[in-house]
């Protein structure tokens, strides 16, 4: 499975922006997003679809001068020697040189390392896009890992390039339904457990590409040298300072601990601390408060799947990790695979239910909570006040079982929802149905593609 070549998957929107700030240029595009979420692959399969010449320099979390002399490699390796390997001094110079060279596209991708390492180099940028890319046929285009540097530095307001980028891309994960190309050989029952390990970040469903079973997965997933171990490692400590901090409060969510106060108390940081902490986490879409419909009190989830994954799944299992006790700790997870794909089947429920509805109007989703009432699922359209709900349940059942609990979550709702709404249908997810036969408000992972 690893030597397959991946396919490209459900980017054919970004394309279509890049290609528009292509024929439209000059531009200046950025884009980002989390470590291991396509950009670069998305940049690379534009740029490949172009006739003119490319530059395409990925930085280094190197010294200012050492970026500068290989992105002048780089571009040499493209353009010819005339454009000299000597000591440049920024680089906006740079830029100017290459594109006198006959450049129309010039990519410096994982920008935020050069950023981080020297961040005058985004005030050199400015100077270029200012002073000279207005009076050229040439895109610049800047990505970048590091959410919190690329928004805080070089986009957000006072930033040197805030309101100057010609398109802004910020990439997400890919949804469930685009699962089936990397694993068509799996049931879809499966392929809903694969999303809840690692959601639809391509870098892990590339890795999984291929696999036909839950064993291969996890066997893939929790090995030497896999890169889900090093997860967090890699994805929070280059972004935040007090990484062993974001660790316990990340912790302690993964264990049930998921209001300010039992956060605070499991991770030994006074309440009026942890605030701040989560707001960053927030800030980079690690967590998220969930708040549900019609009420005011939420609880904090872990937002990120594989961060999820290691978290609640892989760090109680650490001492066998670092006793290398591979059989035990793949034979741990898979026995808890099922209640641990349930949660994820709740938040993957909601997503379906607003995709579903959404050209209908229902343009709100989350969660029905009242005095100890709960609905899994919900979507409201707000100019009709209209509701419709759904109960997620990780398990097979029969139609007898269905019907009561669509039942149950249309008399759960009506007592939940404010006066002047009104439960409009129910729908009820399943892992699997007994029987052949079954009614169209009975979704299973096969209906979700």
């Given at each position: 499975?690893?030597?397959?070549?991946?396919?490209?998957v459900d980017r054919d929107s970004e394309i279509g922006v890049l290609r528009k700030a292509y024929e439209g240029r000059p531009s200046l595009v950025v884009a980002y997003g989390r470590r291991r979420v396509g950009k670069s692959r998305l940049l690379r399969e534009f740029v490949s679809r172009l006739a003119g010449k490319v530059v395409y320099y990925t930085a280094a979390p190197s010294s200012h001068s050492v970026n500068l002399r290989q992105m002048a490699e780089q571009a040499a390796s493209v353009l010819g020697p005339e454009l000299g390997l000597g000591s440049w001094g920024s680089a906006d110079s740079l830029l100017r040189v290459i594109h006198r060279l006959g450049a129309e596209v010039v990519v410096i991708d994982e920008f935020t390392f050069w950023v981080r390492a020297y961040p005058g180099v985004v005030g050199e940028i400015q100077r270029f896009v200012?002073?000279?890319?207005?009076?050229?046929?040439?895109?610049?285009?800047?990505s970048g890992s590091l959410v919190g540097v690329m928004e805080g530095r070089v986009l957000g307001g006072g930033a040197p390039l805030f309101g100057r980028a010609s398109v802004v891309l910020k990439l997400g994960p890919l949804s469930f339904s685009h699962l089936k190309y990397f694993l068509p050989g799996m049931m879809p029952e499966d392929r809903v457990r694969v999303y809840a390990l690692v959601g639809g970040i391509p870098h892990y469903l590339c890795m999984l590409r291929g696999s036909t079973s839950l064993r291969e997965v996890v066997e893939a997933l929790i090995r030497p040298g896999s890169?889900?171990?090093?997860?967090?490692?890699l994805t929070l400590s280059m972004e935040v300072r007090e990484p062993h901090t974001y660790y316990s409060i990340l912790s302690a969510i993964?264990?049930?601990?998921?209001?300010?106060?039992?956060?605070?108390?499991?991770?030994?940081?006074?309440?009026?601390?942890?605030?701040?902490?989560?707001?960053?986490?927030?800030f980079l879409g690690v967590v998220r408060r969930d708040v549900p419909l019609f009420g005011k009190r939420g609880r904090y989830v872990i937002s990120d799947a594989p961060l999820r994954t290691v978290f609640t799944l892989l760090e109680p299992l650490r001492s066998l990790i670092e006793l290398e006790q591979w059989g035990r700790v793949r034979e741990a997870v898979t026995k808890?695979?099922?209640?641990?794909?349930?949660?994820?089947?709740?938040?993957?429920?909601r997503k379906h239910l607003l995709e579903t509805h959404a050209e209908q109007g229902y343009t709100v989703v989350g969660r029905l909570v009242h005095k100890g009432i709960e609905v899994d699922a919900a979507v409201v359209?707000?100019?009709?006040?209209?509701?419709?709900?759904?109960?997620?349940?990780?398990?097979t059942l029969s139609s007898s079982e269905a019907g009561k609990l669509r039942r149950d979550a249309l008399v759960k709702a009506a007592k939940i929802v404010p006066r002047g709404y009104v439960v409009r249908d129910a729908y009820v997810y399943a892992r699997g149905v007994e029987g052949v036969e079954r009614p169209e408000w009975l979704i299973t992972p096969a209906d979700m593609g």
């Open positions: 499975m690893f030597g397959m070549v991946c396919p490209f200012d002073e000279y890319l207005p009076g050229t046929s040439m895109v610049l285009a800047l890169p889900l171990l090093t997860e967090k490692e993964a264990r049930g601990y998921d209001t300010l106060t039992r956060i605070a108390q499991y991770a030994g940081i006074p309440v009026s601390h942890v605030s701040k902490y989560l707001s960053v986490l927030e808890r695979i099922d209640s641990y794909t349930s949660r994820a089947w709740e938040d993957l429920v359209n707000p100019e009709t006040r209209e509701v419709i709900v759904a109960e997620a349940k990780w398990s």
